[in-house]
């Protein structure tokens, strides 16, 4: 009986995470796919191939991202920007979305640098990433400072803190590794230990 309990857990084990994995990929695949392939099902009809909106989704945001480098284009894409940057509340919600794409895409990437800090009074110690080292444009008074995002174990969620540079040790381990052993509750690294 023990086992046909170990066995079952050691499938438990086994298959889960690929089960969630091909579950996660195959949601994505839909999702992505919706995007422009609701617009086309209509015209293809019999025609519609699974993946074709997925294709022209990526094409169009090609297309507009190198029609963002001419001139013209480029200057009334200016002008959107600058527009959906004046209407209230409109504003709010498009520079949150346009600087977490820009912090995760762009050529100044947030995230890029893995941080340690030690929680005051104590020597335990936090892992996080470092999202602006520029806090004296946002309010003077903190000009010493910089902005550590701290990522919650198990979950999207965060908060983000300001500490004086001198408190912040940056580390020298790739943002994707510290994300994992974040994310895992330190899992990870017991994993790459075990398998030394």
């Known amino acids: 009986m023990k086992s046909i309990v170990q066995n079952f857990i050691k499938g438990i084990l086994t298959i889960v995470p690929i089960i969630l994995v091909i579950y996660v990929v195959f949601k994505t695949f839909i999702f992505l796919d919706s995007i422009l ?4 099902k209509p015209y293809l009809k019999e025609d519609y191939i699974p993946g074709i909106g997925l294709l ?6 090609t297309l507009l991202g190198w029609l963002s480098t001419k001139f013209l284009t480029g200057t009334i894409i200016g002008l ?5 940057e004046h209407i ?3 504003k709010t919600i498009y520079s949150v979305i346009k600087d977490t794409i820009h912090s995760f895409l762009g050529e100044k990437k947030s995230f890029s640098k893995v941080a340690l800090i030690t929680i005051p009074g104590t020597d335990i110690k936090s892992m996080g990433f470092i999202t602006t080292e520029d806090l004296e444009s946002f309010y003077d008074p903190l000009k010493n400072y910089v902005a550590v995002y701290i990522q919650q174990t198990f979950q999207i969620a965060g908060v983000t803190l300001l ?4 408190q912040v040790e940056v580390i020298d381990v790739k943002p994707e590794e510290a994300m994992k052993f974040i994310l895992s509750g330190g899992m990870t690294s017991k994993k790459e230990k075990q398998k030394m």
């Open 163 to 166: 500490i004086p540079k001198d």
């Open 80 to 84: 959107i920007d600058k527009l959906l």
């Open 37 to 40: 392939g609701n617009v086309l």
């Open 56 to 61: 022209a989704t990526i094409a169009l945001i």
């Open 88 to 90: 209230p509340i409109v």
